[in-house]
C-alpha cells in the first residue's frame, strides 16, 4: 500500500476532489538503443513501446481484445490512448504507465487484469538519481562523456496500520512517485447516526488505527443548513454541497436530487469499477441508482450491518474495484430505539461492534494492497440526542 495517500478522513466530506485522479502523465520518453519493440519493451518508458504479439499474463490468463467490453468493461481503448498501440487484438500493452510495464484485460471473469511477461530491452534503473562525467585527455585533445541515470520510486510500503511511526516512514518517501489510475482506490465508509463525543469518549481499536494515519476531527458539519436527518445530510456526503443546491431536505425528497454524486462524477469521467454496499437501501435505490443506474458495477442491499461488511469484505479481497462505499446503520437503530448517549450500553455497545465490522475491512484492504494508493473516508450523516436527530443543534449536527 502506498502510504502517502492513505489518509481517514473525519470532517465534512466533500469528496469529488479528492478522489478526481488525474489520468497517468506518461514518463519522459527517453532514447532506448537497441531495443527492439516487437520483441521487447523498454524499461525507461515502462515497456510503452512494446508491439510485439504476447497475449497471455504472467499468472497464466489469456488477454481479452482492447477492442471488446466484454467480461471487463474499461476505458482503455484507442479513442481514448492512441499511439499506444490497443486495437483490434489482444495483445500486451501499456497505454496508462503502469509501474511494472505491459499488461492486458483478461478473458476470465474472476480476473481483471494482470501483468505480462514482456521481456525487458534494457537494464532496470537504479534507485537514485546520479550524473557521471568522465574525461580523457590524449594526443588530440580531452572529450567528455556524461550520463544520467533515472531514479526509481522508494516510496515505502505500509504493512501494518497498528505498528507506525508516520512522521520516520514518509521522510523516505518520494515525493515524485506517481501511481497509475488503476493502482489508485477508495474505501468511502458511512456510518449513519454517529455521534461525534461518542467516537472520542469509547475505545474503538479500528477507528484509532485510521486516526493515528491519517486527518480528523470530532467536531465538523455534513450539511449546515438542512434538518440534520438522514436525507440532506447523505446528499451533501455523496455531492458535497448544501441542501440548498443539491435540493434534498429531507427523506422524503431523496429522488430530487439537483446535484452529482461522487460516484456518478467519478465513472463518467475515469470509467473505474464501483460498488455499493448498504444497510440502508435508500442509498442505493433513491440516490445512486435513481441518478444512473449505470454507475454501479455491483450493489448489495444488506438486512444486517454484518452481512453488508461481509459482501464488502469479499469484494475488497477481489480486487475487482477501485471505488467501493459501505453504509452501517446499526448506530442509528440503537439511537432511535433507546437513545443517542454514548452513557447508553446500547448504543455504545453498537458503535463498537460496527468498530469491528470496520476491522474486517480495513484488513482486507492491507491483504491486498501492495502498490496501491488508497483514499479511507469515515464519516456520518448527523449525531443525535434522545431517540430523534432531527434539531438544529450541535448534538445532531456534529459529526465526526
Not at 196 to 204: E, H, I, N, Q
Request: aromatic share 8%.
Amino acid at each position: 500500500m502506498k502510504l502517502s495517500t492513505f489518509v481517514i478522513i473525519l470532517p465534512y466530506l466533500l469528496v469529488t476532489p479528492a478522489v478526481a485522479h488525474l489520468r497517468h502523465q506518461q514518463r519522459q520518453l527517453q532514447e532506448c538503443e537497441g531495443s527492439n519493440p516487437e520483441t521487447c519493451g523498454c524499461d525507461v518508458v515502462l515497456q510503452d513501446d512494446y508491439r510485439g504479439t504476447i497475449s497471455s499474463t504472467e499468472d497464466g490468463y489469456t488477454c481479452m481484445n482492447w477492442e471488446s467490453q466484454s467480461p471487463h468493461s474499461h476505458s482503455r481503448t484507442a479513442a481514448n490512448y492512441p499511439d499506444k498501440g490497443l486495437g483490434d487484438h489482444n495483445y500486451c500493452r501499456n497505454p496508462d504507465g503502469e509501474p511494472r510495464g505491459a499488461w492486458c484485460y483478461t478473458t476470465d471473469p474472476s480476473k481483471r487484469w494482470s501483468f505480462c511477461d514482456v521481456p525487458s530491452c534494457t537494464p532496470s534503473t537504479t534507485t537514485t538519481t546520479t550524473s557521471t562525467t568522465t574525461t580523457t585527455t590524449g594526443s588530440t585533445g580531452a572529450s567528455t562523456t556524461t550520463s544520467t541515470q533515472l531514479p526509481t520510486c522508494n516510496t515505502p510500503e505500509l504493512n501494518d496500520l497498528d505498528e507506525l511511526d508516520l512522521r520516520t516512514v514518509l521522510k523516505g518517501a518520494n515525493s515524485n512517485c506517481e501511481t497509475a489510475l488503476s493502482k489508485k482506490k477508495v474505501l468511502m465508509i458511512g456510518i449513519d447516526g454517529l455521534r461525534a463525543d461518542v467516537v472520542g469518549m469509547t475505545p474503538l481499536p479500528n477507528i484509532a488505527r485510521l486516526k493515528r494515519l491519517g486527518t480528523h476531527s470530532f467536531w465538523a458539519n455534513v450539511q449546515s443548513t438542512a434538518a440534520a436527518v438522514s436525507g440532506p445530510g447523505w446528499a451533501s456526503m455523496f455531492t458535497g454541497v448544501e441542501p440548498s443546491k443539491h435540493l434534498v431536505d429531507g427523506n422524503g425528497d431523496l429522488r430530487d436530487l439537483a446535484s452529482p454524486t461522487v460516484f456518478k462524477t467519478v465513472k463518467d469521467a475515469f470509467d473505474l469499477k464501483i460498488a455499493a454496499s448498504v444497510s440502508w437501501h435508500p442509498l442505493v435505490n433513491d440516490f445512486i441508482n435513481h441518478e444512473d443506474d449505470t454507475t454501479l458495477d455491483a450493489s448489495f442491499l444488506a438486512s444486517s450491518d454484518s452481512a453488508m461488511a461481509a459482501k464488502a469484505r469479499e469484494w475488497l479481497l477481489s480486487e475487482e474495484f477501485d471505488f467501493v462505499f459501505v453504509d452501517f446503520d446499526g448506530a442509528d437503530a440503537a439511537g432511535h430505539s433507546l437513545g443517542f448517549d454514548g452513557y447508553l450500553a446500547s448504543y455504545q455497545n453498537r458503535v463498537v461492534e460496527i468498530d469491528s465490522l470496520v476491522g474486517t475491512l480495513l484488513d482486507a484492504v492491507m491483504e491486498t494492497s501492495a502498490e496501491e494508493e488508497w483514499l479511507i473516508v469515515l464519516t456520518s450523516d448527523h449525531g443525535g440526542e434522545g431517540t430523534s436527530h432531527s434539531a438544529y443543534d450541535n448534538y445532531n449536527r456534529k459529526i465526526p
